[in-house]
């Protein structure tokens, strides 16, 4: 039985001067999570929120919040990400030297562990560090923009990372050109948690639609 798909909308595309009603409306149109896209403009060009803003949005909303460290460094990090309020913590595979050690500080921390793969990464590298983690984050574009196109390989790619994770109690998440014309084939492949920024600000509807009809073609896929 699959677990019913999560909406984690990425607050990469807001109006930062209006950060806080953003979030609100997140929570108010029926998302599941915040996602928070974290950028050191070394890991990947772009340069987002330090821990001190996330921490500034979370006495406004009850959703539970997650962190994505797109970090060189993310040992230095953690801890003040949690502080800020996120209670899931993603690293990137490829920027963790000692991955099982970084996971493990994350759960002592309190925190769910996750772990990020770039489209190059392959799914095999999860395999010793499973009984450690909630989530593993299947990026479906090159990190570091908003506004990307999906890369459609990477379905292969969450179907071995499904399968890899089978009996375990984790997430199975999608980030990187997630809407209305990807969402289904991306949940028939094995995602549940599924992160999505422009598509769902771009809804004419508004987000309350976005995010109904996200979520209405996802559970469609997993039928």
Known sequence: MPRPP??????????????????????????????WDVMDGV????????????????????LEFEAHLMVVE?????????????????????????LHRTLAHIADLGATPGVALNPHTPAEVIRNVRDLVGVVLVMTVNPGFGGQSYIESMESK????????????????????????????????G???????????????GLEHA???LRARAVAAQA
């Open 211 to 213: 995010v109904a009809d």
């Open 191 to 205: 995602a549940d948690r599924l992160v999505s920024g422009s598509a769902l600000f771009r809804d004419d509807e």
């Open 158 to 189: 969450v179907t071995e990372v499904a399968s890899l994770l089978d009996g375990y109690n984790c997430a199975v998440e999608v980030d990187g050109g997630i809407g209305p014309t990807t969402v289904g084939a991306v949940v028939a492949a």
């Open 74 to 98: 993310p040992d230095r990090l953690v801890e003040r990400y949690v502080e800020a309020g996120c209670s899931t913590v993603l690293v990137h595979v490829e920027a963790c030297d000692h």
């Open 6 to 35: 999560s909406i984690a909308p990425s607050v990469l595309p807001v109006d930062f001067s209006r950060l806080g009603d953003e979030v609100m409306a997140l929570e108010k149109a029926g998302a599941d999570l915040i996602h």
């Open 43 to 62: 890991f990947v060009p772009n340069l987002t929120f330090g821990p001190d803003v996330i921490a500034s949005t979370r006495p406004l909303v009850d």
